[in-house]
Nanobody
């Protein structure tokens, strides 16, 4: 029902920047909450940042001031601008959306395939 296409991961030096994007598509759906999670080796998946359709945001403490989440509602796309990257930011980053039906009640969460971000010199 819902397709998520992630892009933007890669290898970057400490202090560098990357911009992740995630485009969502589906019929008769509104993507109320869109966000990014990450999972490092040996660790559980954690929320990095989230954003609502009206622009309200929240961030994990370690990325505040360095990462910025935004969205383009016309394109159903969420972005994560990552600046001042650190080796500890190395992880697989996953896009997640909460899709609500516009033609009736109900909804569900959907996950992207993940994109690798590696911060290393």
């Amino acid at each position: 029902q819902v397709q998520l296409v992630e892009s933007g991961g890669g290898l970057v030096q400490p202090g560098g920047s990357l911009r992740l994007s995630c485009a969502a598509s589906g019929s008769n759906l509104s993507f109320y909450v869109m966000g990014w999670y990450r999972q490092a080796p040996g660790k559980q998946r954690e929320l990095v940042a989230g954003i609502t359709s009206t622009g309200n945001t929240n961030y994990e403490d370690s990325v505040k001031g360095r990462f910025t989440i935004s969205r383009d509602n016309a394109k159903n796309t969420v972005y994560l601008q990552m600046n001042s990257l650190k080796p500890d930011d190395t992880a697989v980053y996953y896009c997640k959306v909460r899709a609500m039906r516009t033609d009736g009640p109900g909804g569900a969460d959907y996950w992207g395939q993940g994109t690798q971000v590696t911060v290393s010199s």
